[in-house]
């Protein structure tokens, strides 16, 4: 870990909220709150977010109430990005609002809904992303404004959002292009897909676990780094019940790969000559990354995840059979587009047809669905 000198060094990176560019539509500052603050409320208090309790994480809510779902898995992130952000130096609000909006652009039933409407909207010479659809989220659907539409959020959490899992060109999203294409973001936005992982690799360890969908030596033998975290909590509990000592070990994993992060990036940092955001933006590569053996160990998991959870036969009957229905139910709004809300029609009358349906979809929870599928078949 750093020390004093070296922690200071990384505060010069953190993006001052001072140095915001401040809103599309201009606002009095408030009186105790700052701008990113307030843009972490203004998430918090929208639909969008609370939509998410209502979408699907991996796990339908059919096979437990104790597994995550799209909101309890986005605070999980939420906590781990800002004791890294905090470790570093850099504005734990600002990372605390982009950890909160990474997935409100998500569609019902996670990343099966994101690809049924992906394919449906390529027929057509469109696309759906859901970090594309937060920004229209946040831009248009939220409606809690006299004076502006939106949420009005700061742009430099507009830019986090549309940057949350990649950089581009300009002109590779055109309809991104205002938020500094060919740079990176700043050190806040790069820890939220890396908070992302470190939070969803050891969850779904832990729901498929209770799932019975895989065998704890089977994960030992996949990954012995793993194993090496578990075998002294074994050696020194061997009278706790077996779920604490799994537990015990899934908070060191935790752990592990979160400080494997903070040391990692405080690597790269150190041996950059950066002074501040600016340079941060136009260095050749993100700079938020784990040391060799955490990185190694985070792959191992992923790999695991892929081959014996993800890829399970339940889970992959349940993701085709709800992207089937994402499917007719975009066909078939398309051919009735007065099956969807009139007031909601009028409102997006400017919107081709099946953009209009697009994202009539992907603002549904899994329940809403379900409830429109039934009445409409």
């Known amino acids: 870990m750093a020390g004093v000198a070296e922690s200071q060094r990384f505060a010069r990176l953190r993006l001052p909220v001072s140095a915001s560019r401040g809103r599309r539509y201009p606002e009095l500052a408030h009186p105790y709150r700052n701008d990113f ?10 639909r969008a977010f609370r939509r998410l309790e209502n979408k699907t994480q991996v796990f339908p809510p059919s096979v437990s109430d104790h597994f995550r779902n799209r909101l309890t898995h986005t605070l999980e992130v939420s906590q781990i990005a800002r004791t890294i952000a905090a470790s570093l130096g850099l504005d734990e ?11 409100i652009g998500h569609p019902p039933f996670g990343h099966s809904g994101e690809e049924a409407l992906a394919q449906r909207m390529a027929e057509h010479g469109a696309s759906f992303d859901h970090n594309v659809h937060a920004l229209r989220i946040v831009e248009r659907f939220e ?5 502006f539409p939106g ?3 700061t742009f430099e959490v507009r830019e986090g959002m549309a940057k949350h899992s990649r ?29 992302d992982e470190i939070a ?6 832990d729901d498929a676990a209770d799932a019975a ?12 780094d793993a194993y090496a975290l578990y075998e002294p909590i074994d050696s020194m509990y061997p009278g706790a019940p077996e779920r604490v000592r799994w537990l015990e070990f899934l908070r060191q994993l935790v752990n592990t790969l979160a400080t494997g992060l903070i040391t990692g990036t405080q690597a790269n940092l150190l041996a950059t000559q950066l002074l501040s955001v600016e ?11 784990f040391t060799a053996h955490a990185a190694e160990l985070n792959q191992s998991l992923k790999h695991f995840l892929h081959a014996h959870v993800y890829s399970s036969p339940s889970l992959e009957a349940e993701r085709a059979h709800s992207a089937a229905r994402v499917g007719w139910m975009f066909d078939h709004l398309l051919a009735h587009p007065e099956a969807m809300p009139e007031n909601y029609r009028l409102e997006h009358a400017q919107e081709l047809p099946h953009r209009l349906v697009c994202d009539y979809i992907a603002g549904m929870t899994d329940g809403y669905f379900h409830r429109a599928y039934l009445e409409m078949t």
Not at 185 to 194: G, R, S, T, Y
């Open 200 to 205: 969803y690799n050891t969850a779904d360890l």
């Open 93 to 103: 609000d600002f990372t605390e609002a982009l950890a909160l909006a990474h997935d």
């Open 151 to 153: 949420l009005n959020l």
């Open 37 to 46: 603050q307030r843009d972490r409320d203004r998430i918090v208090h929208s």
């Open 279 to 289: 340079d941060v933006r136009q260095h050749p590569v993100r700079l938020v990354g």
């Open 143 to 147: 409606s809690s404004y006299a004076a």
């Open 213 to 224: 969908l895989f065998q704890k030596a089977d994960l030992w033998e996949a990954c012995p």
């Open 167 to 195: 950089d581009f060109a300009r002109g590779e999203f055109p309809e991104l292009d205002e938020y500094r294409p060919g740079e990176r973001p700043p050190l806040e936005a790069q820890l939220i897909d890396m908070a």
